[in-house]
């Protein structure tokens, strides 16, 4: 299992992850929206922007400060 860092010391498996999508477009907005309602939202970004959604293959949504570019990069690592 390998441990990708999205910022702030916390960390995903790279296994479970289905995609990061940055967090701009109005559909977006409405599932993060949704998935919070349902419990199902974790919020990783320490109070700062959200720049990145990693949605999980659990039906979980993480929300990351660090950009999806970062991240791509760290998962390609």
């Known amino acids: 299992m390998k ?3 999205i910022g702030f ?3 995903v498996s790279a296994d479970r992850v289905v995609s990061v999508i940055s967090p701009e477009s109005a559909p977006i907005k409405r599932m993060i929206q949704d998935v919070r309602e ?3 939202l974790i919020d ?3 109070g700062r922007s959200t720049k990145a959604v990693i949605v999980m ?4 949504v993480v ?3 660090l950009a999806p570019e970062v991240l ?3 998962f390609s690592e």
């Open 44 to 46: 990783a970004s320490f």
């Open 3 to 5: 441990l990708i860092p």
């Open 9 to 11: 010391g916390n960390l």
């Open 63 to 65: 929300l990351s400060a």
């Open 57 to 60: 293959d659990s039906g979980n």
């Open 72 to 74: 791509a990069q760290r």
């Open 38 to 40: 349902r419990g199902l």
